[in-house]
């Protein structure tokens, strides 16, 4: 009897004489490839929205922070996976994974890849915890550290597996089984009753009132969701260790991939879709509250020079004369009704530098302003046109 790894290793055991007939690890480059490399661009503009809005207090909470935290480990295992486990299938590189295990490579690609699993585990359970407090209890934050000593690993072929693996000793093989099954088994209930208790609150709250936390809500649960999928992998990976179904084994093992990528890139996906595309844009930043109280203000100044006087001696000044006026920065609020008495050539410039501080600002100002006067003058498509 040969004793198998857990899906995240292979042991290192003579096997007896029994065949198992188990098709060579598929060519995954062409397809897997160009989704991988897609979906690592979204990650990359998800990661980089959030770092530009990290002052903003949407995105300052523990759930963006975790997304942060958890790209380390999801980046960092997909590429590792093309450069380091697809090519276990090669034959003309088995020579090259002997000459790895006179290194430490083969201890850091076993604790990379087990710790980006419990990373997985413990930050969806994490997530689920951290909304059901938000939005049910006083909000708290958790945190979880696991260190741990193991016999080192090593790379060889394996005649059960028809390929080179990564091998390891009996008994921790069994404890890291016995771990992956009960963190995400555990992790999938935890992040159950979660979000049990937060659809129960939902249901009485009315829509407006957490209509900001739908995506954030959305894109936790499709984690949930995929614990749950890695969850059941395990446990039907345990049941064949069990029963020594070797078949079923090295089937699953060889599409461990299916699983453990949807884990890895569905995050980004879901924050895309979930956000409208808002988030897929950060080179276009939120104005910070400065420039939102300036603009508030360049709107109540609107009011002052966009008035039926003023247009009246703008119609009468010719349209070259309008284009030739000089832009400087000079904004004059008081006494707005003595404008009517000044010169046209005074209102215009005047009219001309008020106009320019408006374009110190998002052009959404200048959009507001003629659906607002749109109706008492044709004149404003002409300052629209001057402002833009």
Avoid at 204 to 212: A, C, D, E, I, M
Avoid at 238 to 255: M, V
Avoid at 353 to 360: A, E, F, K
Wanted: aromatic share 16%; with cysteine; hydrophobic share 40%.
């Amino acid at each position: 009897m040969c004793h198998i790894n857990d899906g995240v290793e292979g042991l290192d055991e003579t096997t007896t004489s029994q065949s198992v007939t188990v098709t060579s690890r598929p060519e995954l480059y062409a397809g897997l490839l160009p989704l991988t490399i897609l979906s690592l661009f979204l990650y990359y503009r998800v990661l980089l929205k959030i770092y530009i809005s990290r002052k903003i207090l949407a995105y300052s909470s523990f759930f963006y922070k975790m997304t942060w935290s958890l790209a380390i480990y999801d980046i960092s295992y997909v590429i590792l996976y093309f450069v380091v486990e697809i090519p276990q299938g090669w034959q003309e590189l088995y020579g090259f994974y002997h000459s790895l295990n006179c290194t430490v490579f083969p201890q850091l690609h076993w604790a990379h890849q087990w710790m980006s699993y419990l990373a997985e585990f413990s930050g969806i359970t994490l997530m689920s915890i951290s909304r059901m407090l938000a939005l049910c209890y006083p909000e708290g934050k958790l945190s979880r550290f696991v260190f741990f000593f193991q016999p080192p690993r090593h790379y060889d072929y394996h005649p059960v597996a028809l390929s080179i693996t990564r091998l390891g000793d009996e008994y921790s093989i069994k404890f890291n089984s016995n771990v992956t099954i009960v963190t995400s088994t555990g992790g999938a209930l935890i992040s159950a009753m979660c979000y049990f208790r937060i659809f129960l609150a939902l249901r009485k709250r009315p829509y407006r009132s957490w209509n900001q936390e739908v995506s954030v809500i959305i894109t936790s649960f499709v984690l949930f969701l995929s614990l749950c999928l890695m969850c059941a992998y395990y446990v039907v990976y345990k049941y064949s260790l069990i029963s020594e179904n070797y078949d079923l084994f090295f089937t699953l093992r060889h599409y461990t991939f299916i699983v453990t990528f949807f884990i890895a890139l569905v995050n980004p996906w879901c924050l895309m879709i979930t956000n409208d595309g808002r988030i897929a844009r950060p080179h276009c930043p939120s104005p910070s509250p400065r420039q939102n109280a300036a603009a508030t203000f360049a709107l109540q100044l609107s009011a002052v020079y966009f008035n039926p006087s003023l247009i009246k001696h703008i119609r009468s000044a010719p349209r070259a004369q309008f284009f030739r006026l000089p832009l400087c920065m000079r904004i004059h609020s008081k006494e707005p009704e003595a404008h009517s008495q000044r010169r046209p050539e005074t209102t215009l410039r005047l009219l001309s530098d008020s106009l320019h501080s408006l374009t110190r600002y998002s052009s959404y100002i200048y959009f507001i302003c003629y659906y607002k006067y749109c109706r008492t003058s044709a004149v404003d498509k002409l300052l629209l046109v001057r402002c833009i």
